[in-house]
């Protein structure tokens, strides 16, 4: 081994900047996961079975599925990005890639954030992408289905923001999916809510603009203050590891 | 610069309800090796990992330059280097790929000189295959190829020896030794018997105590 093309000692005071560092982050975590396609397509092939097994397990007629559609929607998508959430933190911290970004100089919530913002475009946007397809099965009328696609469009994001505190706080722990799950639930209740409310609003002939801003209200929150909590929770989680 | 890059002061560490070491003071001067040492379990790896900023479960006194780490901690992360046990390699990426994703916060390089620097390492030809197929001792190799690219004055490894055959870590040694001559500090903890001139050795306890 020799080092020829090393430079001269000398302290640095100049770092790559924030946007880059983020860049980079974001673009090995999708290249990890094109590499790895199956874990790519589980929470996608979840979330169709549990909305084709609906239909079949309780009642096929239009009428209970056009009233339930939008919730058993939201239902599935929420429960799948919930699944693929124990992934976001473990393979890095298993590998010691964590260890490095933590050690990066620059600020650790904004890695984070590039972090969830790859397991968003990796698990939440394909949701979004399907729900058309599984909504025209569920019998939503057009209007209806594009309420949806918007509620979950703004939803998922927050659901893959909240779910990267619970993965940080729980990723000492050996069997952390049933403590994750648990510690995510409760904060995912209000984002349904409101998400399943502007559909059913949409369906009666309402204005959902209000819906919608609270919605956007929960996504601008979540995007401010969840990337903090992570950090801090994944300092914590490593400091003990 | 002859003052020490990192002075620790009377630090202490418990886990477990039970102490890994009290009262260690020690500096770390420019151009210097420093090998801790131990029997497992004695604590070499949290000790590392405490001057890394990863651990924050001890009290005492890290000083960077002078002046309190946790005051300066970014100027310290952009000047300090480290490699843990698990060393940050991804299974499903190529070599090539790992060091681009490795360098790219803190030093990005043109992909022409990270790949002189895996074939520094012995793995020209491995480049572009992906690392779960290549050995323990080479996706080892892949992390230390950051070493041959590393301008940061400080440099922790931790077991740097691991899985690396007889030619390897003669070549390390040599790599620490030019380092240390070109006036960076590098501390290790190894179970290797590594012996360089003007080395620095740092003795952990039992375990006990």
Not at chain 1, 6 to 11: D, G, M
Not at chain 1, 128 to 148: A, E, Q, R
Not at chain 2, 105 to 124: I, S
Request: glycine share 10%; net charge neutral; charged share 15%.
């Amino acid at each position: 081994m020799n080092a020829d093309f090393r430079p001269a000692l000398v302290l640095r005071h100049d770092a790559v900047g924030v946007l880059s560092a983020m860049r980079g982050v974001f673009a090995r975590d999708l290249r990890v996961a094109f590499r790895q396609r199956q874990d790519l397509l589980n929470p996608l092939l979840f979330f169709v079975m549990v909305v084709t097994l609906f239909p079949l397990g309780v009642s096929p007629e239009v009428s209970f599925l056009r009233e339930a559609g939008a919730g058993i929607l939201w239902v599935a998508a929420l429960l799948s990005v919930l699944l693929s959430l124990d992934h976001l933190f473990r393979h890095d911290f298993d590998d010691g890639t964590l260890e490095q970004l933590v050690l990066q100089p620059q600020p650790l919530f904004l890695l984070v954030l590039a972090k969830t913002m790859a397991h968003w475009v990796l698990t939440g946007l394909p949701l979004v992408i399907l729900t058309p397809v599984l909504g025209v099965m569920v019998h939503l009328d057009g209007n209806s289905i594009g309420v949806l696609c918007l509620t979950l469009l703004i939803g998922t994001p927050v659901l893959s923001l909240i779910g990267s505190i619970g993965a940080a706080l729980t990723l000492g722990l050996r069997s952390a999916g049933v403590l994750l799950s648990l510690l995510i639930i409760p904060l995912y209740i209000p984002v349904l809510i409101f998400g399943t409310g502007t559909v059913a609003s949409a369906a009666e002939g309402a204005p959902v603009g209000a819906y919608l801003a609270l919605m956007g209200a929960f996504l601008v929150l979540a995007l401010t203050l969840a990337p903090f909590a992570s950090a801090a929770a994944l300092r914590i989680s490593l400091s003990n590891g | 610069m002859s003052e020490p890059l990192l002075q620790a002061i009377d630090l202490q560490c418990e886990r477990d309800e039970r102490i890994l070491f009290r009262d260690l003071s020690f500096s770390i001067l420019p151009g210097t090796v420093t090998r801790v040492e131990g029997p497992n379990g004695s604590g070499k790896t949290t000790l590392l990992r405490m001057l890394a900023g990863l651990n924050d479960a001890w009290s005492g006194d890290l000083l960077w330059f002078g002046k309190p780490r946790s005051a300066h901690r970014e100027e310290f992360l952009r000047n300090t280097l480290y490699l843990g046990h698990r060393a940050g390699i991804k299974p499903l990426l190529t070599p090539l790929e790992n060091l681009q994703a490795l360098t790219a916060g803190r030093r990005p390089l043109p992909d022409p000189v990270l790949r002189q620097a895996l074939g520094g390492t012995g793995l020209a030809g491995f480049e572009d295959v992906p690392c779960r197929n290549l050995s323990a001792g080479q996706q080892r190799r892949v992390a230390l190829a950051r070493l041959l690219i590393a301008d940061e004055p400080l440099w922790l490894l931790d077991e740097v020896f691991t899985a690396i055959d007889a030619g390897g870590v003669s070549a390390i040694e040599n790599l620490l030794q030019q380092r240390a001559a070109e006036g960076g500090s590098v501390v290790v903890t190894t179970h290797h018997d590594l012996r360089l001139p003007g080395m620095q050795r740092i003795i952990l306890g039992g375990g006990s105590d």
